[in-house]
């Protein structure tokens, strides 16, 4: 009789090994998986609490988004343990339900016998982090001293993510500095919680300290620097990556290389980024890097590349359309914006609300007034999306730049939500290049009660006042600004030279800029003006 046992274990085994093999080879066909499935069951595999074909069963439905299914198999083991808990903590996860999530955490602590380990815990960490709930994230925190002894570096990383995704950053800190163990994933974690939180000189800092980096952390620093308007601090970290880096860029590494680009209009960089990525195997057919391929093109005035680019593309997504849209846009190209528009509406790729907002943009640099009425009308009709205060907003400047001042403001009073400093800067704007000095001086005063410090609004009630004569106004206006200690920023220019970028800044002292770059700008300045006398004495 035991023999018997023996042999059936040994068969069960091996037929659990033999349905997880096929599992591999027809991942996605649903209808395979289901018989694999109903086979298991009649082989009794379940009764026997083979738990690793169980969780294989689990992850593959999870592969296949079907949590009613992977429940199902769930509630099939006769004495689920910890991994099976885990596997469904992970489905859930994949599936974008962190709520889901940790409800069924908390149902394995309170409902069962069962202790937590490193990976749920984990699993746990990252529902908090997603749905940035600070409080039970503390709580699963306590959970982890409490449950394990010596907490391994994956706990204390998700520790470090959860306190930066919930605006704690000094508390991740904390852990990261009582970690006895880091491994690059945890510097990487904190490296991108100072990212997330806007501290890029901390980033910075920690980056430098970094003893090995990969290619995960070089991007996330490439990253912060573009979110942080640091676009040339990109670029060179790029440079330095490709020198100093072991591991080769991602997709995600391109975009925001091509991003920082486009910003700054580095067009030569962006060709030769370009250039690397029709050499990499699968980065010229990746639909993101393609869409940042377009905007970077399209902002640095190369309408024609993009455009090819564009149609060379054979899968398009809504970011693909709107790409080529705002780059129209930017261009003043409405009426092209309109009918690239229309195409992918026909096409059968669904707008979203940026789509809406980048046409909105084109209606109103084109001076397309009707057209952009009729836009906004068919968005606040279209269930699919939300009107958002940038949409009024783009509306705002639409009936501003041409003029419909009063229709402009009757808007901005009609809005569902309270309007923002850009709106009414947006209407100040309209209003002094109108010259409607009282809905000026109105819109100026809204800006100035949620800005109190936007240089812009003065700069602009100076100008309009400058422009009407009224002497003492503008001098009032700078004895505000000089009152309140607020400074024009001054304006910025790059110009890219072999492939190395140089930055201006008004009002800059020359040490901040190639030294060269001065000289040969005093040399054109000197023969201009030796040339405007000689041209005065042959007169």
């Not at 699993?123 to 449950?147: E, I, P, W």
């Not at 306190?163 to 508390?171: G, K, W």
Request: proline residues 2%.
């Amino acid at each position: 009789m035991n023999f018997h046992v023996i042999q059936n274990s040994e068969i069960l085994v091996a037929t659990a090994t033999t349905l997880k093999r096929l599992f591999d080879k027809c991942v996605s066909h649903e209808n395979l998986i289901k018989q694999i499935h109903a086979q298991s069951i009649t082989c009794g595999l379940f009764a026997q609490s083979h738990q690793s074909f169980a969780c294989k069963l689990l992850n593959v439905y999870a592969k296949l988004n079907k949590p009613f299914d992977a429940h199902k198999v769930f509630d099939q083991i006769p004495q689920t343990d910890i991994v099976s808990w885990t596997c469904l903590l992970s489905l859930h996860l994949q599936l974008q339900q962190p709520t889901k999530a940790f409800s069924l955490f908390t149902r394995l602590v309170v409902s069962t016998s069962l202790k937590p380990d490193s990976h749920s815990i984990v699993a746990a960490l990252s529902a908090c982090a997603r749905t940035q709930d600070l409080l039970n994230g503390k709580t699963v925190h306590a959970m982890a001293y409490k449950f394990l002894s010596r907490p391994e570096p994956i706990v204390g990383n998700a520790l470090i993510d959860m306190y930066s995704r919930t605006e704690r950053i000094n508390l991740a800190r904390c852990v990261f500095d009582s970690m006895p163990v880091k491994d690059v994933a945890s510097w990487t974690s904190l490296l991108n919680g100072f990212v997330i939180s806007g501290a890029i000189e901390s980033a910075w800092k920690l980056f430098e300290e970094m003893s090995h980096r990969n290619a995960i952390s070089w991007t996330i620093m490439i990253v912060g620097c573009v979110r942080a308007k640091e676009p040339v601090g990109a670029l060179e970290l790029f440079k330095r990556m490709r020198k100093e880096g072991d591991d080769s860029p991602t997709t995600i590494t391109i975009v925001a290389v091509l991003s920082g680009c486009a910003d700054i209009g580095a067009l030569d960089f962006g060709k030769l980024i370009h250039g690397y990525v029709n050499k990499v195997a699968g980065f010229a057919v990746d639909i993101g890097v393609n869409n940042a391929l377009i905007d970077m093109y399209a902002k640095s005035g190369n309408l024609d590349l993009a455009t090819k680019i564009f149609r060379g593309m054979i899968k398009k997504d809504a970011f693909t359309w709107t790409s080529i849209i705002l780059g129209l846009a930017l261009h003043g190209r409405g009426t092209n914006a309109l009918e690239f528009f229309d195409e992918m509406l026909e096409s059968g790729v669904t707008a979203n609300e940026i789509t809406y907002l980048s046409v909105l943009s084109a209606c109103s640099h084109a001076g397309l007034v009707n057209e952009g009425k009729e836009l906004f009308n068919r968005l606040k009709n279209d269930s699919s999306c939300s009107t958002k205060i940038e949409h009024y907003g783009c509306m705002v400047d639409l009936l501003g730049r041409a003029g419909h001042i009063d229709e402009a403001a009757r808007l901005i009073h009609q809005m569902p939500m309270k309007p923002d400093a850009v709106i009414w800067r947006s209407l100040l704007t309209a209003c002094v290049a109108n010259r409607n000095l009282e809905l000026a001086e109105m819109a100026a005063e809204k800006a100035l009660e949620l800005e109190p410090h936007d240089d812009g609004v003065y700069v602009l009630l100076w100008n309009l006042y400058s422009s009407g004569n009224m002497l003492e106004d503008a001098s009032r206006t700078v004895k505000m600004m000089r009152d309140q200690r607020i400074k024009k920023k001054p304006g910025c220019s790059w110009v890219e030279i072999n492939g190395i970028l140089h930055e201006f800044v008004a009002e800059a002292s020359k040490q901040h800029v190639y030294d060269g770059i001065y000289w040969v700008l005093d040399t054109i300045l000197k023969q201009s003006n030796l040339d405007f006398f000689t041209v005065t004495a042959e007169m």
